[in-house]
DNA sequence: AATATTTGCAACCGCACCACC
DNA sequence: AGGTGGTGCGGTTGCAAATAT
């Protein structure tokens, strides 16, 4: 029994067809997606389905809304755990889903790939005389050589709410999914002796201290163009995308709010580029400056 | 203001795994 | 044991919006 092709749909989802899909995780709970199809309800393959509800229709979902500065940070530290296990990374971030993420990673890797390119030599061709260049394959293997420095391992917590939800080391170990809260705080799997259950009780989000980056060092040997960059740059956004540097120093201070989880998030509305965010604090990166930090181990 | 380029998102595809018969 | 259908996952692509020139 095949079913004709034009009698399957593809392409954007319909509002009625995803009320009708609702409708049927209402009656019949998230499975049987197949059956939707073959009890004639939608012309969508099960997986489409799926797919639409797990992506879009599932609650809970923050759709439409930029990755915190936290979540980068999670999302880098996680692939560089895991890999890419998208779904698996995803299960630490409450209310993303494994096509957030593999998104999310993948718009950095070319951004990265791009910035690399630029700097590599061909100062004139830029991606920009090529408009398919982000489908070159090529881009993506640049990104999973760039160095992750060692992130600080220690527990926290991105709920909106974060300040009332402990974020004891018994949750450090789960992802989101597998925690007892209705609505479960994100954490992380990380291992900093220096930041205990206790900090992260006794003070909110933006008040939990991360380690200063220190002064680079004369031995680091940046370029003199990337250390110029280096000096230009915030402390705070050097770690927020690469986690500090390791081993050099350990003093820690105060950092600033990271982040504003509730003005960050713009619910359908696209957010200006311009703001100083770890994106655009990639594109501030000559390409040489990777070349002196060492890679981590790959897991 | 118009055009070109880049970006982010949504959705599709192919493959792998699993359960059931 | 092998076939089949359902599901999940990672990679890829198309397109509209945002941004740059």
Partial sequence: MEVKREELRKGPWKSEEDEVLLNHVKKYGPRDWSSIRSKGLLHRTGKSCR????????????????????????????????????????????????????????????????????????????????????????????????????????????????????????????????????????????????????????????????????????????SPESQELLSRLDDSYLFNVFGPVPEIGSQLSLGPPLFDPVSSCMNGARVVRNAVTPDTFFDDFPADMFDNIEPLPTP
């Fill in 51 to 222: 797919l639409r509800w797990v992506n879009k229709l599932r609650p809970n979902l923050k759709n439409g809304c930029k990755f915190t500065v936290e979540e980068e940070r999670v999302v880098i530290d996680l692939q560089a755990q895991f890999g890419n296990k998208w779904a698996k990374i995803a299960t630490y971030l409450a209310g993303r889903t494994d096509n957030d993420v593999k998104n999310f990673w993948s718009s950095r890797q070319k951004r990265l790939a791009r910035i690399l390119q630029n700097s590599s030599g061909s100062s004139s061709s830029s991606s920009s005389s090529n408009p398919k260049a982000r489908r070159v394959k090529k881009e993506v293997s640049v990104f999973r050589d760039v160095p992750a420095l060692q992130v600080p391992v220690f527990c926290y917590s991105m709920e909106e709410n974060a300040s009332a939800k402990p974020c004891s080391s018994s949750y450090s170990q789960l992802p989101v999914t597998e925690m007892p809260f209705s609505a479960p705080p994100v954490v992380v799997k990380q291992e900093l002796p220096s930041f205990d259950s206790d900090i992260t009780q006794a003070m909110p989000i933006s008040q939990i201290p991360f380690p200063q980056i220190p002064q680079p060092q004369p031995d680091l040997a940046f």
